[in-house]
């Protein structure tokens, strides 16, 4: 920590009161429409920091969090990577592909335990959804693992393929299948090995279910997977030629599931001592599966046998919940953020958000990394979350979060204070259109209770948001209404807006702004300059 240093801002005046960083969860800017909940809800303090000189739309998905492609929706858990470490490092795709790259993959305990499955008799089994799309999964890391599954003498593996027809071709799915096949059959050309594609199903009705929307899809993919029920076949390629004949106009990602046969009987049942390896790498699709092979107390269907595998995902899904608890590849090795920055300067800081967000204002802002970076200068409270569905109470504790900051700010204790909202993800995820409106509006009654105790103690407020949700409710697509409850694509917003009034600020010329700026502005508004590898300042200090 020593070794950190900050040099000062030129020019820069010290003032009284603290700098008090406000993270609106899941509130974006959006169509400025009947679907946008942000839109529709009475902010009146929002719409007036929004008019402020100092306001900029920042990019919070894509690539501007490390993210493969601008296609890519932004999370909590990217967007709060980013705005602590102060620019962008690799997540999702990008990270399994450097992970494959460098072998460090194979490394790990997980996948040690994984081949040590294998090597004692068990099958390997992959699931995941079957194509080039990298939005979800690619099948280069498929057939990556199964090389290195066959170099490492595992005998058995089993393949149950999602189709995918979404981010790729409607109807492209027989040509990752030829692939497919083509790679199990020179793996097992070698002799002594057994890789087959044991089940399957298009992605919308087999397994990739999401946001508990229909969990008979996770139960269709565990009857094909784990039990070796549904329809059958002797081929993957028999099962889509024979769909695609019965119904000319089906696409691939609805096609239903299927379980390849060979004499009667289903040729890749998952049993004990087993391992399951789902290889997608986007979450929200994964989780509801992982949930059905982890959890020992499971009652969103019957699961007729919970067989004792070894599962892991590609990645960690939900880093709150900690789904699954093991993983193939680490979440990325973040090093210099803001806080341990701040900390060698010996700066106080203070954070606070509800059960739901409490780790990203902590473990993802700290660059993954739990507890505290200095405990004599910092201080964490958690405020424990409400256990009943989100859109029944969607003011959630914005109010004693508000509480916990304005007595903070009133301590006079801590230079920098960081905050996060959680209602706007939270409730926006449920889809209620009047909960939605309640939680943006309960977000903004905290900024309006928020600001006027930073303007008396003399500070600098600043508002953002992590990614989008809460501003975008629905969609329309060919005059049929369908309720939207994942993030978004949309800008958020970012506004400073300094009650001080002890420096001159103005927003400085950066092109593509994104989550990553927001690390070096803060520094700026603390009397510092960035480091030299920090993205930006979105804000200069201009000289009187």
């Not at 096949?181 to 057994?194: H, K, P, Q, S, V």
């Not at 087999?206 to 009857?223: F, H, I, L």
């Not at 900051?405 to 939270?426: C, E, T």
Request: some cysteine; aromatic content about 8%; hydrophobic content about 40%.
């Amino acid at each position: 920590m020593s070794t950190l240093t900050l040099e000062p801002l030129a020019g820069y005046r010290p003032f009284a009161g603290p700098v008090v960083l406000v993270i609106m969860d899941g509130v974006g800017l959006g169509r400025r429409d009947e679907s946008d909940g942000v839109f529709l809800a009475n902010t009146p303090e929002l719409d007036t920091l929004l008019a402020e000189p100092l306001v900029v739309r920042l990019k919070a998905h894509g690539k501007a969090v490390g993210l493969p492609s601008d296609d890519d929706m932004g999370n909590s858990e990217v967007g709060h990577n980013a705005l602590g470490a102060g620019r962008v490092f690799a997540q999702g795709a990008k990270l399994v592909n450097a992970a494959i790259e460098s072998g460090e993959i194979f490394r790990g305990a997980t996948w040690r335990a994984i081949v040590a499955r294998g090597q004692a008799g068990g099958t390997v089994h992959f699931i995941g959804l079957l194509s080039d799309g990298n939005v979800h999964s690619h099948i280069r890391h498929l057939f990556a693992l199964l090389d290195r599954a066959a170099a490492e003498d595992v005998r058995r593996v089993r393949v149950h393929v999602l189709l995918d027809g979404r981010d790729v071709g409607e109807k492209s799915a027989l040509g990752y299948l030829d692939a497919l096949e083509t790679e199990l059959a020179r793996l097992n050309a070698a002799g002594g090995r057994d890789f087959r594609i044991a089940s399957g199903g298009g992605r919308m009705v087999t397994t990739m279910d999401r946001y508990g929307a229909d969990w008979s899809v996770v139960e269709r993919g565990w009857k094909a997977h784990v039990l070796g029920v549904g329809r059958a076949f002797a081929s993957a390629r028999e099962a889509v030629e024979t769909y695609y004949r019965e119904d000319p106009g089906s696409t691939d990602q609805y096609l239903p599931s299927f379980v390849v046969t060979a004499a009667g009987r289903p040729v890749g049942t998952i049993e004990d001592g087993d391992a399951v390896v789902f290889f997608n790498f986007r979450g929200d699709r994964a989780i509801e599966m992982s949930r059905a092979f982890e959890e020992r107390d499971f009652h969103e269907f019957d699961r007729v046998r919970h067989p004792d595998v070894l599962y892991a995902g590609m990645m960690q899904y939900d880093g709150d919940a900690k789904i699954p608890t093991r993983f193939l590849v680490e979440p990325p090795a973040i090093d210099r953020t803001i806080s341990q920055y701040l900390c060698a300067a010996g700066v106080t800081s203070y954070a606070v958000s509800e059960t739901q967000k409490f780790g990203h204002v902590t473990y993802f802002w700290n660059g993954n990394n739990s507890g505290y970076v200095n405990e004599r200068l910092e201080t964490y409270v958690e405020i424990p979350s409400d256990t009943v569905v989100f859109d029944q109470r969607p003011w959630m504790k914005s109010a004693e979060i508000a509480d916990s900051v304005i007595a903070a700010v009133r301590s006079g204790r801590h230079k920098f204070i960081r905050l996060n909202f959680a209602n706007g993800d939270m409730v926006g995820h449920t889809g209620i259109v009047p909960a939605i409106r309640i939680a943006v509006e309960s977000v903004d009654l905290g900024l309006q209770r928020i600001a006027p105790v930073v303007r008396a103690a003399g500070g600098v407020l600043v508002v953002t948001a992590d990614h989008g949700n809460a501003d975008c409710m629905f969609t329309e697509k060919n005059g049929k209404r369908e309720t939207m409850v994942a993030h978004t694509l949309n800008p958020v917003p970012f506004v400073v807006k300094d009650f001080s009034e002890a420096n001159r600020w103005a927003l400085s010329a950066v092109p593509a702004p994104g989550l990553s700026h927001v690390a070096a502005t803060l520094l700026a508004l603390l009397g510092f300059q960035k480091p030299d590898d920090y993205d930006p300042s979105l804000v200069e200090l201009r000289q009187p």
